[in-house]
């Protein structure tokens, strides 16, 4: 449930994390859950599809986005600029980026923009997922875009980890020297909160992910 406390702003809880207050409600489960894929979906691939109009760096204008949505889309003639804008300050992935009442997806295009995202604070290592079959042909050829415009790295192995189980079960994580990979010139923008972007990763840069040796049962010894 999405909700919006007077002192607070908007927040996704029952109660305000900052002071407890219950809050007003904006947006039930079933509409938050809707209208997210609405909005990712217009602003990653088809802003066509509600008409409204995008710049070369992906800023849609909210207020026409909203009034696109409340007139196309059944059971939204209620909805302001600020319900979408709640959604995104919300996002917990940071999928996200609002300025001078405009809105763009940070990271997941299959459009051709230009991002234009910051390149500072990328962490030294970052990761990423792939299948037990795809592991050793990556190693050897490196990581390409495949249904996107740029590679997804992620912050952490659990970043990845759950980036990867959503298409593919137990996946296999790979680990990406990013340091040196930025030291050889590839531009790496830092999208969402656990989200970077790259054009491709050359194997040279490539390992697989060691998680260490997994913890010992109650009980047992190691030798």
């Avoid at 209208?35 to 710049?55: C, K």
């Avoid at 800023?59 to 709640?86: C, E, F, K, M, S």
């Avoid at 999928?95 to 940070?106: G, K």
Wanted: glycine fraction near 8%; proline fraction near 7%; charged fraction near 30%.
């Amino acid at each position: 449930m999405l909700k919006e406390c007077g002192q607070h702003g908007y927040f996704r809880a029952d109660v305000c994390p900052n002071c407890g207050a219950m809050g007003k409600v904006l947006l039930s489960d079933r509409e938050l859950d809707h209208l997210g894929r609405i909005l990712t979906g217009t602003l990653r691939h088809f802003p066509d599809r509600y008409g409204v109009a995008m710049d070369a760096h992906g800023w849609v204008d909210l207020n026409d986005l909203a009034r696109a949505i409340a007139t196309r889309q059944r059971g939204y003639p209620w909805l302001r600029p600020h319900h979408l804008a709640a959604i995104a300050e919300t996002d917990g992935k940071g999928r996200y980026e609002l300025r001078d009442d405009r809105i763009r997806a940070t990271y997941g295009h299959t459009l051709e923009v230009d991002l234009d995202l910051p390149t500072d604070r990328i962490p030294e290592t970052l990761y990423y997922p792939v299948t037990a079959e795809e592991a050793e042909l990556v190693l050897e050829t490196g990581l390409k875009p495949s249904d996107r415009k740029k590679v997804h790295l992620s912050k952490t192995p659990e970043d990845a980890r759950a980036a990867g189980s959503v298409r593919r079960p137990n996946p296999v994580i790979l680990e990406i020297d990013a340091k040196r990979a930025q030291a050889a010139g590839h531009v790496i923008l830092r999208a969402g909160r656990t989200v970077f972007l790259i054009d491709a990763v050359p194997a040279e840069f490539l390992r697989r992910f060691d998680s260490g040796p997994a913890p010992s049962a109650p009980g047992s010894s190691a030798e």
